[in-house]
């Protein structure tokens, strides 16, 4: 297998000016080396200017509008790539973030990339509102395969997708667990041929030791079934940051330095 390129996607959990963290961000992501990454929950413009200041290998860009977090993405210098905001993908809410559609295209073949911050929460409008922009991000898929004229599109769409399920106060028995919300979510891909790729630990956000809400499985990648990855043992994802520090302690300490959330890392095969 020969890689066309590698993806990051990571919520840097509220991404403001502060200068040593940026420090921190930067120094981590380019210890990932990603050809493309994903940044969510940035706020403010210094922070995006201290990237373009910092990370010279890389050209970003950046959703837009009156929404307070922004989607930040970075592209290696080298790499033919196309940025489009979705606002489809805001489920007509205006302070909710757009998607950040990115064509990558590799040797004349296009590698559609939709990166997602969906809604959170998890009481029924949260649910309701992340259930259709997640319906929606599975529909592009018929999108992409008739724009490209060859029915096979090569896309993923990934991101924090906030798939806590719901809590339903008012009657018993109507509640719905993170683990429906994700078959669900599976079930519809399924239906646009797509799948859930496999990460190489269980949950990917953590409010650390101490607090009285577990780790969570939130941050997913979700791509078309002809398309193949780089394997990370029995894993097509690698989760980075706190899942794999050794101790709760330093778990702890990375969650507090760095975000709650971990950096999934993959690496895209090249399409003939």
Not at 12 to 35: S, W
Not at 98 to 124: K, Q
Not at 125 to 132: A, I, K, N, P
Not at 170 to 199: C, T, W
Request: with cysteine.
């Amino acid at each position: 297998m020969v890689t066309a390129f590698s993806i990051a996607s990571w919520n840097v959990e509220h991404f403001k000016q502060d200068p040593e963290r940026i420090k921190r961000i930067i120094d981590f992501m380019n210890c990932q080396a990603p050809d493309v990454f994903a940044l969510y929950e940035v706020q403010g413009s210094e922070v995006f200017q201290s990237l373009v200041s910092q990370m010279h290998d890389y050209t970003f860009h950046t959703t837009e509008g009156p929404q307070v977090q922004e989607i930040l993405l970075g592209v290696r210098h080298g790499l033919t790539a196309f940025f489009t905001q979705k606002l489809e993908f805001k489920s007509g809410v205006t302070t909710f973030r757009p998607g950040a559609l990115l064509t990558v295209t590799i040797s004349n073949v296009h590698y559609p990339l939709l990166f997602l911050h969906t809604a959170s929460g998890n009481d029924p409008r949260g649910l309701g509102l992340r259930d259709d922009m997640l319906i929606r991000a599975c529909k592009f898929r018929k999108v992409l395969d008739k724009a490209g004229g060859r029915g096979r599109a090569n896309y993923i769409f990934l991101g924090d997708l906030n798939t806590m399920g719901m809590v339903y106060h008012y009657v018993k028995g109507r509640n719905i667990s993170p683990d429906d919300e994700l078959k669900k979510l599976a079930s519809q891909a399924k239906r646009y041929d797509m799948r859930f790729l496999k990460k190489d630990v269980p949950a990917t956000w953590s409010n650390g030791s101490t607090s009285s809400i577990p780790p969570s499985n939130l941050d997913h990648v979700i791509a078309a079934n002809h398309l193949r990855f780089t394997p990370f043992g029995d894993a097509e994802v690698s989760a980075r940051g706190w899942p794999k520090e050794p101790t709760p302690a330093e778990q702890d300490q990375w969650i507090h330095e760095y975000s709650d959330h971990a950096l999934l890392y993959f690496e895209v095969q090249r399409v003939s």
